[in-house]
């Protein structure tokens, strides 16, 4: 019953690293071009690491549940995360900057994420997620996730996304109050954006 999607998901995930290269090259006509030349050399990576990212995909999905901004640290000090696995599953317990704020699980089948500086390009499939989570310095948060699929796109301080999800819950803190139901809310606050039925738009201030 599990081969028929994961094999769906595969294609799919082949299919978008096809047209991201195909982008790439359309846009680069100086083949000599040192950024083109390091982008391209990224997105044929991807292909080869299909596998070891299942930690990290189920940490992106999962900490957005549990604690609100709290990946921001983790952007500044880490290189850009690309990868694409077939299906993924993860705890706080292997998120060492989770550990005594608050409690997650996630997973989900087919999970594409694309990074460059400020840049950053995502398409993931089905994918479930639960957490809760509490401190002085980010707030309070619970949210279930539910999402069908999704892309995303984000250039600094905006992002888009285009999807299909039921995201419900509640996070309320000193960098602002977010609140959906089955993946329509608002947030306001250091971030301003609202989302309709999983798609929408966001806008960190600060």
């Known amino acids: 019953m599990l081969r028929e999607p994961v ?6 995930l082949q299919l978008i690293l096809a047209l991201e290269l195909s982008a790439f090259y359309n846009i680069c006509s100086d083949a000599k ?14 292909v080869l690491k299909m596998s070891g990212n299942e930690a990290e995909a189920a940490r ?8 609100n901004g709290s990946d921001d640290k983790r952007d ?20 060492d ?5 608050g409690v997650y699980a996630a997973g989900g089948l087919g999970y594409v994420r694309a990074e460059d500086g400020l840049v950053c390009f995502e398409a993931k499939g089905p994918s479930v997620g639960l957490g809760a ?21 984000s250039v600094g ?3 888009a996304t285009l999807g299909l999800s039921a995201d419900t819950g509640i996070g309320v803190g000193p960098s602002g109050v977010e609140a959906k139901f ?24 600060w």
């Not at 094999?7 to 799919?12: A, G, K, P, R, T």
């Not at 992106?60 to 604690?67: E, F, S």
């Open 182 to 205: 089955l993946g329509t809310g608002v947030s306001i606050g250091r971030e301003l954006g609202f989302s309709v039925f999983g798609s929408g738009v966001t806008v960190k201030l």
């Open 133 to 153: 989570g509490a401190s002085d310095e980010l707030g309070a948060r619970l949210f279930a996730k539910a999402e069908l699929a999704s892309v995303s796109a």
């Open 33 to 46: 071009s040192h950024a083109c030349t390091r982008r391209e050399g990224r997105s044929k990576l991807l």
């Open 97 to 101: 900057d989770i550990k005594g704020k």
């Open 60 to 67: 992106l999905v999962g900490r957005g549940t549990c604690v």
């Open 76 to 95: 500044k000090k880490q290189p850009a995360r690309d990868f694409a696995v077939l299906s993924y599953a993860g705890t706080e317990k292997e998120d």
């Open 157 to 159: 301080a905006m992002k």
């Open 7 to 12: 094999s769906y998901f595969h294609f799919l």
